[in-house]
């Protein structure tokens, strides 16, 4: 079955350090984004793709980095881990709108990676 | 900003009853209103969805309605089950085609 895919699924670093986590995708889509979930805060966005040359960024992007590297893997990329930035992200993607870039369709998201920064 | 509100942020139901839960958002160009069902240790996953041009729609027990004079839209389970215990999240399209979810309600139904 097609599906979303992350790596790693959990991660334990120090501040400081410098994190990179990985989607990938067999579904086909064109569109991909990036998310963290805090208790209570629901789902923010980080950073999102419409293609593999357009990067936009979210809510909180401040502290992260994105790259898309083909349609299938989109990166996310933290320079210096702080502990406020312990979560959990998730990777999502969706098909292309039906009627332009402000249409929507379902976001399938990917399992999950739990980062932890000491 | 663009904004989407999401109340209760707990709600305990007994086996057999309904269950609501309601959203506001502020943008007033949003399309598109997905509901997403997380359950423990698992990806959210859609359960639901509804766009600007419709009311209501139905899907066997559950059920979203939207009013967009008023900016908000609803989540309604009836004869709740213990399997519908989940987190619950509404989400709205906003300009540029991404979504902004609720902060999430934690759905407890209890035998």
């Known amino acids: 079955d097609a599906d979303v895919t992350q790596t790693p699924r959990n991660r334990i670093t120090k501040t400081g350090k410098r994190i990179m986590l990985e989607c990938s995708q067999t579904k086909g889509h064109d569109r991909m984004y990036w998310y963290r979930q805090d208790p209570g805060l629901g789902l923010r966005l980080i950073y999102y793709?419409?293609?593999?040359?357009?990067?936009n960024k979210g809510e909180i992007s401040d502290g992260y980095s994105v790259s898309r590297q083909a349609q299938a893997k989109f990166s996310l990329s933290l320079e210096s881990a702080i502990p406020n930035q312990t979560a959990l992200y998730f990777c999502a993607t969706s098909d292309f709108g039906t009627s332009g870039r402000n249409s929507y369709n379902e976001q399938f998201f990917g399992p999950g990676t739990r980062l932890t920064v000491l | 900003g663009e904004n989407v509100e999401q109340h209760p942020s707990t709600l305990s139901v007994q086996e057999g009853d309904s269950a609501v839960i309601k959203c506001t958002y502020s943008?007033?160009?949003?399309?598109?209103f997905p509901w997403y069902k997380q359950e423990l240790g698992k990806r959210p996953q859609l359960i639901i969805d509804i766009r600007s041009n419709v009311g209501e729609k139905k899907d066997q027990r559950i059920a979203v309605t939207l009013n967009k004079t008023a900016k908000h839209f609803s989540l309604h389970i009836t004869e709740t089950q213990p399997e519908d215990s989940a987190v619950y999240f509404c989400?709205?399209?906003?300009?540029?085609?991404?979504?902004?979810f609720g902060q999430g309600t934690e759905l407890s139904v209890k035998p």
């Open positions: 943008d007033s160009a949003s399309n598109y």
């Open positions: 989400a709205a399209s906003s300009q540029g085609g991404k979504l902004i």
């Open positions: 793709s419409f293609d593999v040359k357009d990067i």
